[in-house]
């Protein structure tokens, strides 16, 4: 098994994913490398799905373990899990509107974390999140309707096109 492979072609993706779920960027990045450790250890990848999704589907499992492990630790996140270059003032314009979304979904609870990093960022249909967390459409959808309410309640000076019809 190629591990130089997974980590280059995955690396950057998991990261983002464990960053969003643990809101540390150590902590993602521990994720990230024990996801790698046991994909190389275990070698058992039966490619019953696609790489990415067995990838992100261990990547959320250890994300989980470490929160269930931290529960108790509590952090100040303000940090940017985007890069930023300043260029010119509408990319500094999106630079700071990105920051004022990334920093209130942060706030968010988990469970609507990781819906609106599915279905927005990762341009997952509702199904398919259901299939990655392991919960009903049903609850997926509702989720997703919950935390538009509570982002739009969070920026409520800015009018943002996807929260329009919450």
């Known amino acids: 098994m190629d591990i130089e492979y997974y ?17 540390d960027r150590q902590a993602a990045e521990e994720v990230v490398q024990d996801v790698f450790i046991k994909l190389y250890e275990t070698q058992q990848f039966e490619q019953k799905s696609s790489e990415k999704t067995y990838l992100t589907k261990m990547t959320i499992n250890r994300c989980y373990d ?20 300043p260029s010119g003032e509408q990319v500094v314009v999106e630079g ?5 979304i990334v920093e ?11 819906v ?13 999140v259901a ?3 392991n919960i009903p459409e049903s609850t997926v959808a509702t989720r997703l309707q919950r935390a538009r309410q509570k982002l739009k309640d969070q920026l409520p000076a800015i009018e943002w096109e996807v929260l329009r019809d919450v």
């Open 104 to 114: 209130a979904i942060l706030k968010l609870p988990l469970k609507y974390r990781e």
């Open 131 to 133: 299939s990655y967390i």
């Open 116 to 128: 609106l990093l599915h279905y927005y960022y990762d341009d997952l249909s509702i199904a398919e």
């Open 96 to 100: 700071e509107e990105r920051d004022v």
């Open 7 to 23: 980590v280059e072609q995955y690396g950057d993706y998991l990261y983002r994913i464990a960053y969003i779920y643990t809101k």
């Open 66 to 85: 470490y929160l269930r492990k931290w529960k108790a630790k509590k952090a100040q996140i303000v940090h940017y899990f985007m890069k930023q270059e």
